[in-house]
């Protein structure tokens, strides 16, 4: 039984963490190998998942802020700053994948995420709350990318607690009515 788990985790992590792409505002690219300090007598007393995170939250950070402003470069406005390139070959689906399965390692240790919480969730709450402004003047229903934007907070809330995510997100009066205003509208 563990062997096959094992097995399957490690079919996860290539599907997910075997592929790179071109950062939207800059030259780079982004893949899944985190760097570690030559110095690996830091990390022997350390959990796997404290170690992994370690790994992987340069890329978790730059994945969210790449969906983030590739939803608000297709959706909402375009920004001289995007990579035309780099835009058209986003590969939005995977991306958004491998960042939720990522959260879902970190079930166990959430408290792990709270270093970076701040850098997870405001680039995709602003850019979830224009959308939401840009639905209450337009009659369109919303689009599939918003929903994964929707998947990948609901996934973050699920993993680390709303006590700690509802912190991050926008909390004044005048953006409750685009909230309610789309869920009327996915209601009816």
């Known amino acids: ?25 800059s030259d780079e ?33 730059k994945d969210v ?27 939005f689906e995977k991306i958004k994948d491998r960042v939720c399965y990522i959260f879902q390692k970190y079930q166990e240790q959430p408290s792990l995420l709270d270093s970076l919480l701040e850098h997870l969730i405001l680039p995709i709450m602003n850019a979830i709350k224009e959308y ?3 639905l209450l003047t337009d009659s369109h229903p919303p689009c599939e990318d918003f929903h994964s934007l929707l998947m990948i907070v609901y996934q973050l809330t699920k993993v680390r607690g709303k006590k700690y995510t509802i912190k991050y997100f926008p909390h004044e009066v005048k953006d409750l009515e685009p909230a309610v205003a789309y869920l009327v509208r996915l209601r009816s």
């Open 65 to 91: 802020e790449n969906i983030a402003e590739y939803f608000m470069h297709k959706w909402i406005r375009r920004s001289p700053k995007i990579r035309q390139k780099a835009f058209e070959a986003f590969p």
């Open 132 to 134: 939401l402004y840009l």
């Open 1 to 25: 039984m563990a062997f096959s788990v094992e097995s399957e985790f490690l079919d996860l992590k290539k599907v997910y963490q075997n592929f790179e792409y071109e950062a939207l505002a």
């Open 29 to 61: 690219k982004v893949v899944a190998e985190g760097v570690l300090p030559e110095n690996n007598n830091v990390y022997e007393g350390m959990t796997q998942n404290t170690y992994l995170f370690v790994t992987e939250k340069a890329v978790l950070v």
